[in-house]
């Protein structure tokens, strides 16, 4: 069965840089999350779409922002990125908004 | 808010023994739904289970097997005759069933139990 698709799987950056990570849902998954896994810690909520409109905001700094496209996938984009933001950066996708969440393999970004 | 706490954060067995993980949460809403997801050292995030607030009913599956018990609030996870590959971290997570605010949809994980089988 096809999965989370999140590319790219490794990037590494410099501190101020910008970086995109982008997802693409199990096909006809509506809606996408997104949370961060710092080392050794649990994930944590970013944002959510659904429909393509955002449906839920959690912890995401304001230097982060998201979109989901007409096609369903969705980008992070990190501005002026910190050393603090290395982390493991997690998509999932969903059915509805009340549905199971699959993740996608995350991205792992390193800042430097 | 959600909560969810692991109390374990370690547990090593040894191969083929039995392994329980506990996870008790705390929400004052009555319709929520509770996980468990597995992440191997590869990194993952794999979902194991899913269980709504309604349903009691202790779930078995091959080796794992799941209890939900509403009065201690707890949704624990029993691994029978642990093998290598079940080495991983295990999250036990909750979302709300029905929309309250901010935050309801989005998983709440606890900190995880890192499981470690010795061959």
């Known amino acids: 069965a096809a999965g989370v698709i999140q590319s790219p799987r490794h990037l590494i950056k410099e501190k101020r840089e910008t970086a995109t990570l982008k997802c693409y849902p199990i096909?006809?998954?509506?809606?996408v999350y997104w949370y961060q896994q710092g080392p050794g810690q649990d994930p944590q909520f970013l944002i959510s779409?659904?429909?393509?409109?955002?449906?839920d905001k959690g912890s995401i700094p304001d230097r982060f922002s998201a979109q989901q496209f007409s096609d369903y996938h969705s980008e992070l984009n990190m501005s002026s990125l910190e050393l603090g933001d290395s982390a493991l950066y997690f998509c999932a996708s969903s059915s509805g908004l009340q549905e199971t969440q699959y993740f996608g393999p995350g991205t792992r970004l390193l800042v430097l | 808010a959600q909560k969810v706490t692991q109390a374990q954060t370690e547990i090593s067995v040894v191969e083929k023994e039995d392994v329980t993980l506990d996870c008790v949460y705390e929400?004052?809403?009555?319709?929520?739904?509770l996980f468990w997801y597995k992440q191997p050292p590869s990194g993952e995030l794999v979902f194991l289970i899913r269980?709504?607030?309604?349903?009691?009913q202790n779930e078995i599956s091959g080796r794992y097997s799941w209890n939900f018990q509403k009065s201690t609030s707890s949704f624990n996870f029993t691994i029978t005759a642990s093998q290598v590959v079940d080495s991983a971290v295990y999250f036990c997570?909750?979302?709300?069933?029905?929309?309250?605010?901010?935050?309801?949809?989005?998983?709440?994980f606890g900190k995880g139990t890192k499981l470690s089988v010795i061959p």
């Open positions: 096909p006809r998954h509506d809606t």
């Open positions: 997570a909750l979302s709300l069933g029905e929309y309250s605010g901010a935050g309801s949809y989005q998983l709440t």
């Open positions: 269980r709504n607030s309604f349903d009691e």
């Open positions: 929400t004052r809403d009555t319709t929520y739904y």
């Open positions: 779409f659904y429909e393509k409109m955002q449906s």
